[in-house]
């Protein structure tokens, strides 16, 4: 027998190629895909209402699954950005900010998907819902808190949500805002910025002197864009829903679009939106 019939072929896998050399990891055993996302807990997590189980409610359970990780998503990215402002890591807070807008342009766009159901697919499960409404998404809520449109009455509105849940709620409520790590930079850089006329003074100067404010104008623009794409996606629910549900009542009992649509002047951050005109 010849040296080369003594060695055994090396085994190649017919998916990924490599030799016998090549582990990705299933040799060891510790770490496993399944495993280290949690797939059995995340994919059972759907359970349908609906008896018989309506074929679209599936994707309505998934895509509110999916809005919700996001939140986390974000509310974690905002709050790393509101201690680097604070920290004066202004790079990182930017950075962080910047991956908030791709995040929310997502959110914007997933809204297509949805509308791929129609309202008469919708009304057979519709009813099994109330009084369960992405009104009382606590995440959502969180998120605007903390990006600075603080409102105690809607924690006072709440009815069901657990006491973690309205401890978070309090704890948002009492803690900095992403405008108030914002204004904090303003004032580490000499600019007073106690008041909304001061703050107002401070943003002019720094529009009209880029080239030495150059970091903190960037970071104002970042917050304005946060702000324009959270007012883009209320935009785009309330056209969603009116085209879902017209103008009947929603299941969380506000009027529906009506409701919605009064929210859609909020701004987070009304005076970037007035330092326009001053310019
Ligand atoms: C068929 C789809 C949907 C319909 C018909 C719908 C309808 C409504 C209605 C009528 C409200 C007002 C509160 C109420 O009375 O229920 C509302 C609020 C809300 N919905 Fe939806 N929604 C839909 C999908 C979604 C999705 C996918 C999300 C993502 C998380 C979402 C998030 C929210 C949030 C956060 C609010 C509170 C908004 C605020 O208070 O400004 N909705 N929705």
């Given at each position: 027998?010849?040296?080369?019939?003594?060695?055994?072929?090396?085994?190649?896998?017919?998916?990924?190629?490599?030799?016998?050399?090549?582990?990705?990891?299933?040799?060891?055993?510790?770490?496993?895909?399944g495993?280290?996302?949690?797939?059995?807990?995340?994919?059972?997590a759907?359970?349908?209402?609906?008896?018989?189980?309506?074929?679209?409610?599936?994707?309505?359970?998934?895509?509110?699954?999916?809005?919700?990780?996001?939140?986390?998503?974000?509310?974690?990215?905002?709050?790393?950005?509101?201690?680097?402002?604070a920290?004066?890591?202004?790079?990182?807070a930017?950075?962080?900010?910047?991956?908030?807008?791709?995040?929310?342009?997502?959110?914007?766009?997933?809204?297509?998907?949805?509308?791929?159901?129609?309202?008469?697919?919708?009304?057979?499960?519709?009813?099994?819902?109330?009084?369960?409404?992405?009104?009382?998404?606590?995440?959502?809520?969180?998120?605007?808190?903390?990006?600075?449109?603080?409102?105690?009455?809607?924690?006072r509105?709440f009815?069901?949500?657990?006491?973690?849940?309205?401890?978070?709620?309090?704890?948002?409520?009492?803690?900095?805002?992403?405008?108030?790590?914002?204004?904090?930079?303003?004032?580490?850089?000499?600019?007073?910025?106690?008041?909304?006329?001061?703050?107002?003074?401070?943003?002019?100067?720094v529009?009209?002197?880029?080239?030495?404010?150059?970091?903190?104008?960037?970071?104002?623009?970042?917050?304005?864009?946060?702000?324009?794409?959270?007012a883009?996606?209320?935009?785009?629910?309330?056209?969603?829903?009116e085209?879902?549900?017209?103008?009947?009542?929603?299941?969380?009992?506000?009027?529906?679009?009506?409701?919605?649509?009064?929210?859609?002047?909020?701004?987070?951050?009304?005076?970037?939106?007035?330092?326009?005109?001053?310019?």
């Amino acid at each position: 027998m010849d040296s080369a019939q003594e060695r055994p072929e090396p085994t190649v896998d017919p998916v990924i190629g490599g030799g016998d050399d090549i582990h990705f990891g299933e040799s060891g055993a510790l770490l496993t895909y399944g495993g280290y996302l949690q797939l059995p807990r995340l994919l059972s997590a759907q359970q349908l209402e609906s008896v018989p189980p309506a074929h679209d409610e599936l994707l309505f359970i998934t895509i509110h699954q999916v809005y919700e990780l996001w939140f986390q998503q974000l509310l974690h990215e905002a709050e790393t950005a509101r201690d680097a402002m604070a920290d004066g890591q202004l790079w990182w807070a930017k950075h962080l900010l910047h991956r908030m807008h791709v995040i929310a342009r997502v959110l914007i766009h997933q809204i297509d998907v949805l509308e791929t159901m129609t309202p008469q697919d919708f009304l057979v499960f519709r009813q099994k819902l109330s009084p369960a409404s992405g009104f009382q998404s606590v995440q959502f809520r969180e998120l605007e808190f903390l990006s600075g449109a603080k409102d105690r009455a809607f924690v006072r509105r709440f009815r069901g949500i657990t006491d973690d849940e309205r401890a978070r709620l309090a704890r948002r409520l009492g803690e900095p805002t992403l405008w108030d790590a914002f204004t904090g930079v303003l004032g580490a850089r000499g600019l007073p910025s106690d008041t909304d006329e001061e703050i107002s003074a401070a943003l002019v100067a720094v529009a009209r002197d880029r080239a030495n404010h150059a970091e903190v104008w960037e970071l104002a623009e970042a917050l304005i864009q946060h702000d324009e794409l959270a007012a883009a996606w209320r935009a785009r629910h309330v056209t969603m829903v009116e085209r879902m549900i017209g103008t009947k009542t929603g299941t969380g009992g506000s009027s529906g679009a009506a409701y919605l649509s009064s929210r859609l002047p909020l701004r987070y951050y009304p005076l970037l939106w007035d330092l326009r005109s001053e310019l």
